[in-house]
């Protein structure tokens, strides 16, 4: 009892730990209630009729949907973005703006739905991202939901034409009632008075996302991860090396502790070397060891998990640069900090876990709460495994990572301009 | 010819000069000034917490002195040409544990900007100087406490400083170990270096110290050879300690009547001459006090620093 209340390290991480954790995480799944998470769709309206315009209104009444016609304006002077078009749309999902796109094809108003896969209905197209699974079962349960709650009309025409083919037929005065009907039905959707569902779609239903099920048939094509054998291994190559390289990188910088316990910081400062050097030259070779060690990690995952390590070579080497120096620069910081290996080795374990369950190392970004994406941005977790994902998974080139590696590099250079001032506490007295 | 090359050139090695350094109220360093020769050893005594790791310190060029200026070889303390003239010897092991005596070295050589077979030849003197040859492959922490020393006196010695700053280099060190250090001390002292040397031995002191500065209160209360601090300090007088088998009141008493002091049940007392002795005791036995031992002696620095500090070396 008296140790550990002297040992205030071992008393944070006993308490503080847990409660931080249990919070995140509970932002994360327990805000969800249980249901469906929201999802970022883009929409292409390549048909713009009555029917696809009902399909898309529908859609845009799900509360578990964002549904975009058009890009953001970059800013609010901009002039307005033109529509999402088929290969926008498609460069968007690539880009990882939204992980599904659909595309409602010409014609999709003739011939809207069909009960039955051999009935003939237009097909409807949903380009996805592999590397989010999830998305596109919501998306296609969805539609099928959109299809019957807003357009009445399209179904009961349906209906008609098989009661028409398989009951026997209708009499010319039934079928003129029936046209009658249909024609009022279709100018109360085009009013607006038919319903386009609850817009509650919490109860996780989802389709099964195959091709041509339900009574939307829906062509569900992968755009990115098509050909990756293994969707999420070079998501959590990066994810969980980015964990490890930190506590690697905080332990390392720990030797400028047991240095300054040892009196032999102190003796190291009475030579040439002054402490920018020291830090400075902690700062490569901890970047040094970082970067080989993330190597090892994808190297392993090359071996073992087949992963495309060596067609992407000159974006992990870019990547691999700047998050081991971002992450070398946080350990020096963090060591600097601390006045004993054991305050570091509570406080990285404490803020190291948390910037990788908020960052994405322990659970994907996208599947998190928007609030809590945006925190993400805030952990070096993030926008390294940001950048990786876009070497591995989108197969960007070089030159798209400007952002990861700006922000590494400048987060790297403030955390060790802030590691040596505050390392000046070891310089003189 | 600028101060600084004439300084060199006539001798001085390493000055402190009016050097105060303060901590917050308590004054660490007070206004302390003093020189070292090249080929000379200044023995640096005082009781714990009189100021003299402010005062290495300082001379390293670690400390923000509050006034006052040091300089090595005529170079501002802890400007790069300072620190390259200087070699520092800490009273706690410095060094790296896991690690060889060789990579020991060739980590700090390499600190001192020392490579290629420059470093070599500096690792393989050092080596020699530190008679740690048959053991420069063997792990740091596996050696003996003596070995550690010496291994952490020649961490500083790389780039053959022109002064050297040794803090307590013989704590915890076996007599056959301490005997090996004084020949290496006595062997850069000989070859010109200037030395600043602390210890808690007086013994080290009078054998290594050319001159002794002893510092309390953060002040140099006295400065000199060996033989000048004692005459400064006694004169002629020669020293009684007289033990008694008494109370320590009666003791005090009877040696406050006479000018003397107690430590203990010993009191001590400086005398002219040996006639001093008989009325002394005269009085004592007078005051009920059973004389159990007597000692004349010569004052030796010991006695020095006990006379000038109220306390004993090694308190």
Same mark, same amino acid.
């Given at each position: 009892?008296?140790?550990?209340?002297?040992?205030?390290?071992?008393?944070?991480?006993?308490?503080?730990?847990?409660?931080?954790?249990?919070?995140?995480?509970?932002?994360?799944?327990?805000?969800?209630?249980?249901?469906?998470?929201?999802?970022?769709?883009?929409?292409?309206?390549?048909?713009?009729?009555?029917?696809?315009?009902?399909?898309?209104?529908?859609?845009?009444?799900?509360?578990?949907?964002?549904?975009?016609?058009?890009?953001?304006?970059?800013? *609010?002077?901009?002039?307005?973005?033109?529509?999402?078009?088929?290969?926008?749309?498609?460069?968007?999902?690539?880009?990882?703006?939204?992980?599904?796109?659909? @595309?409602?094809?010409?014609?999709?108003?003739?011939?809207?739905?069909?009960?039955?896969?051999?009935?003939?209905?237009?097909?409807?197209?949903?380009?996805?991202?592999?590397?989010?699974?999830?998305?596109?079962?919501?998306?296609?349960?969805?539609? #099928? *939901?959109?299809?019957?709650?807003?357009?009445?009309?399209?179904?009961?025409?349906?209906?008609?034409?098989?009661?028409?083919?398989?009951?026997?037929?209708?009499?010319?005065? #039934?079928?003129?009632?029936?046209?009658?009907?249909?024609?009022?039905?279709?100018?109360?959707?085009?009013?607006?008075?038919?319903?386009?569902?609850?817009?509650?779609?919490?109860?996780?239903?989802?389709?099964?996302?195959?091709?041509?099920?339900?009574?939307?048939?829906?062509?569900?094509?992968?755009?990115?991860?098509?050909?990756?054998?293994?969707?999420?291994?070079?998501?959590?190559?990066?994810?969980?090396?980015?964990?490890?390289?930190?506590?690697?990188?905080?332990?390392?910088?720990?030797?400028?502790?047991?240095?300054?316990?040892?009196?032999?910081?102190?003796?190291?400062?009475?030579?040439?070397?002054?402490?920018?050097?020291?830090?400075?030259?902690?700062?490569?070779?901890?970047?040094?060891?970082?970067?080989?060690?993330?190597?090892?990690?994808?190297?392993?995952?090359?071996?073992?998990?087949?992963?495309?390590?060596?067609?992407?070579?000159?974006?992990?080497?870019?990547?691999?640069?700047?998050?081991?120096?971002?992450?070398?620069?946080?350990?020096?910081?963090?060591?600097?900090?601390?006045?004993?290996?054991?305050?570091?080795?509570?406080?990285?374990?404490?803020?190291?876990?948390?910037?990788?369950?908020?960052?994405?190392?322990?659970?994907?970004?996208?599947?998190?709460?928007?609030?809590? #994406?945006?925190?993400?941005?805030?952990?070096?977790?993030?926008?390294? @495994?940001?950048?990786?994902?876009?070497?591995?998974?989108?197969?960007?080139?070089?030159?798209?990572?400007?952002?990861?590696?700006?922000?590494?590099?400048?987060?790297?250079?403030?955390?060790?301009?802030?590691?040596?001032?505050?390392?000046?506490?070891?310089?003189?007295? | 010819?600028?101060?600084?090359?004439?300084?060199?050139?006539?001798?001085?090695?390493?000055?402190?000069?009016?050097?105060?350094?303060?901590?917050? =109220?308590?004054?660490?360093?007070?206004?302390?000034?003093?020189?070292?020769?090249?080929?000379?050893?200044?023995?640096?005594?005082?009781?714990?917490?009189?100021?003299?790791?402010?005062?290495?310190?300082?001379?390293?060029?670690?400390?923000?002195?509050?006034?006052?200026?040091?300089?090595?070889?005529?170079?501002?303390?802890?400007?790069?040409?300072?620190?390259?003239?200087?070699?520092?010897?800490?009273?706690?092991?410095? %060094?790296?544990?896991?690690?060889? /005596?060789?990579?020991?070295?060739?980590?700090?050589?390499?600190?001192?900007?020392?490579?290629?077979?420059?470093?070599?030849?500096?690792?393989?003197?050092?080596?020699?100087?530190?008679?740690?040859?048959?053991?420069? =492959? =063997?792990?740091?922490?596996?050696?003996?406490?003596?070995?550690?020393?010496?291994?952490?006196?020649?961490?500083?010695?790389?780039?053959?400083?022109?002064?050297?700053?040794?803090?307590?280099?013989?704590?915890?060190?076996?007599?056959?170990?301490?005997?090996?250090?004084?020949?290496? %001390?006595?062997?850069?002292?000989?070859?010109?270096?200037?030395?600043?040397?602390?210890?808690?031995?007086?013994?080290?002191?009078?054998?290594? /110290?050319?001159?002794?500065?002893? %510092?309390?209160?953060?002040?140099?209360?006295?400065?000199?050879?060996?033989?000048?601090?004692?005459?400064?300090?006694?004169?002629?007088?020669?020293?009684?300690?007289?033990?008694? =088998?008494?109370?320590?009141?009666?003791?005090?008493?009877?040696?406050?009547?006479?000018?003397?002091?107690?430590?203990?049940?010993?009191?001590?007392?400086?005398?002219?001459?040996?006639?001093?002795?008989?009325?002394?005791?005269?009085?004592?036995?007078?005051?009920?006090?059973?004389?159990?031992?007597?000692?004349?002696?010569?004052?030796?620095?010991?006695?020095?620093?006990?006379?000038?500090?109220?306390?004993?070396?090694?308190?």
């Amino acid at each position: 009892m008296i140790a550990l209340k002297r040992d205030r390290g071992a008393l944070v991480l006993s308490f503080v730990l847990p409660l931080a954790f249990f919070s995140i995480f509970a932002v994360i799944f327990g805000r969800q209630g249980g249901g469906t998470p929201t999802v970022k769709l883009i929409v292409v309206d390549q048909d713009q009729s009555q029917a696809s315009a009902a399909l898309v209104k529908g859609l845009q009444s799900e509360s578990s949907l964002v549904v975009m016609m058009k890009p953001e304006a970059k800013s *609010k002077s901009a002039p307005a973005p033109a529509d999402y078009t088929a290969a926008t749309a498609e460069a968007a999902v690539k880009a990882g703006d939204a992980p599904v796109a659909l @595309i409602i094809p010409a014609g999709f108003g003739q011939h809207p739905i069909a009960f039955g896969p051999d009935a003939g209905g237009s097909t409807l197209e949903l380009l996805n991202d592999q590397s989010d699974t999830i998305a596109p079962q919501i998306v296609v349960g969805l539609l #099928q *939901k959109a299809a019957i709650t807003s357009m009445p009309s399209a179904m009961a025409d349906e209906g008609m034409k098989y009661a028409d083919k398989y009951v026997g037929g209708f009499t010319p005065a #039934q079928k003129a009632k029936v046209d009658e009907e249909l024609d009022a039905l279709r100018k109360a959707e085009a009013d607006g008075k038919t319903g386009a569902g609850s817009g509650d779609s919490g109860n996780g239903n989802s389709g099964n996302g195959s091709a041509g099920a339900g009574i939307v048939a829906v062509n569900v094509r992968a755009v990115v991860g098509e050909n990756k054998k293994s969707p999420m291994i070079s998501f959590y190559a990066a994810a969980i090396g980015v964990m490890f390289l930190m506590f690697t990188a905080s332990g390392s910088a720990g030797a400028l502790l047991d240095e300054a316990e040892s009196g032999t910081l102190e003796r190291v400062l009475s030579t040439r070397v002054t402490m920018t050097k020291l830090l400075a030259g902690k700062l490569v070779f901890n970047t040094g060891l970082a970067f080989v060690q993330l190597t090892a990690m994808f190297l392993w995952g090359w071996s073992a998990f087949k992963l495309d390590f060596f067609s992407h070579l000159p974006g992990f080497a870019v990547m691999g640069l700047c998050t081991a120096f971002a992450v070398a620069a946080f350990g020096m910081l963090l060591a600097s900090a601390c006045q004993t290996r054991a305050q570091l080795g509570a406080l990285s374990t404490l803020v190291i876990l948390i910037m990788s369950s908020v960052g994405g190392s322990m659970f994907p970004r996208f599947l998190m709460p928007e609030s809590m #994406q945006k925190a993400g941005l805030l952990t070096i977790n993030a926008w390294a @495994i940001d950048g990786f994902t876009k070497v591995f998974w989108r197969d960007l080139p070089v030159t798209d990572l400007w952002p990861q590696v700006a922000v590494l590099l400048g987060v790297g250079v403030v955390l060790f301009l802030i590691a040596r001032r505050v390392a000046r506490r070891w310089e003189f007295s | 010819m600028t101060a600084s090359t004439q300084m060199i050139e006539e001798g001085t090695a390493l000055e402190v000069d009016g050097l105060v350094k303060r901590f917050g =109220d308590l004054t660490a360093v007070d206004g302390v000034s003093l020189t070292v020769r090249a080929g000379e050893c200044l023995g640096l005594l005082g009781p714990n917490g009189a100021g003299k790791s402010t005062l290495i310190r300082s001379m390293v060029g670690r400390v923000r002195q509050d006034s006052g200026r040091v300089t090595v070889m005529g170079k501002a303390a802890g400007s790069t040409e300072a620190r390259m003239a200087l070699g520092w010897v800490p009273q706690e092991l410095s %060094i790296y544990p896991r690690i060889t /005596c060789r990579e020991n070295l060739g980590s700090f050589g390499r600190y001192y900007g020392l490579k290629g077979q420059t470093l070599k030849d500096a690792i393989a003197w050092c080596l020699h100087w530190a008679a740690l040859e048959e053991k420069q =492959d =063997d792990v740091a922490k596996t050696l003996s406490g003596g070995m550690k020393r010496r291994l952490n006196m020649a961490a500083g010695m790389l780039h053959r400083p022109k002064v050297v700053l040794f803090d307590e280099p013989t704590v915890g060190v076996d007599p056959q170990s301490r005997n090996r250090i004084f020949e290496m %001390i006595e062997a850069l002292r000989d070859a010109g270096t200037a030395i600043v040397y602390t210890t808690h031995y007086m013994e080290e002191a009078e054998r290594l /110290c050319d001159r002794i500065a002893i %510092i309390d209160h953060g002040k140099i209360i006295a400065e000199g050879t060996n033989e000048e601090l004692v005459e400064k300090t006694f004169g002629r007088r020669s020293q009684v300690l007289a033990r008694f =088998d008494g109370e320590t009141a009666a003791i005090e008493a009877w040696a406050g009547r006479h000018g003397g002091r107690v430590k203990g049940e010993t009191a001590e007392f400086t005398i002219e001459q040996a006639g001093e002795i008989a009325p002394l005791l005269d009085d004592a036995t007078k005051a009920g006090l059973e004389l159990e031992d007597l000692t004349l002696r010569r004052p030796n620095l010991e006695s020095v620093f006990l006379h000038l500090t109220g306390r004993e070396l090694r308190d």
